[in-house]
């Protein structure tokens, strides 16, 4: 049993019942993981310099959809643990680094052919 003093005085503090310390527990954890979960929802993917300076030299158009299926992508493989992904279609693709959210660089079709993609842990179609 813990004692509190008190201007000398040693005054008893009541136990914490274990059902009150689990749902207080509980709450917290009930809030952390449906603030986290709001907070990947509302994540944005970026562009690196490098990954906007690919993409106008090789033509490709960041359109919102475009950028939603990245956010797709990246949502997708951060539920399975992946840190840099290759998110790619029939005709592009992309390097991002998930944890920063941030696309690396951008790839052609006819450059994916003649490529060794390196330094990924994981690949999602679009």
Do not use: C, W
């Amino acid at each position: 049993m813990v004692n509190r003093i008190y201007g000398g005085v040693i005054a008893p503090q009541e136990p914490v019942r274990s059902g009150q310390q689990t749902r207080q527990g509980g709450d917290f954890h009930a809030a952390l993981q449906q603030e986290l979960q709001r907070s990947e929802q509302t994540r944005e993917v970026a562009f690196s310099k490098h990954a906007i300076s690919r993409a106008e030299q090789r033509g490709i158009e960041i359109t919102p959809n475009l950028i939603d299926q990245l956010k797709g992508s990246m949502i997708r493989a951060q539920a399975k643990g992946a840190t840099n992904i290759l998110a790619m279609d029939a005709e592009k693709a992309f390097i991002i680094n998930v944890p920063n959210a941030k696309v690396i660089t951008a790839i052609t079709q006819e450059e994916m052919r003649e490529s060794v993609f390196t330094n990924i842990d994981g690949a999602v179609f679009l």
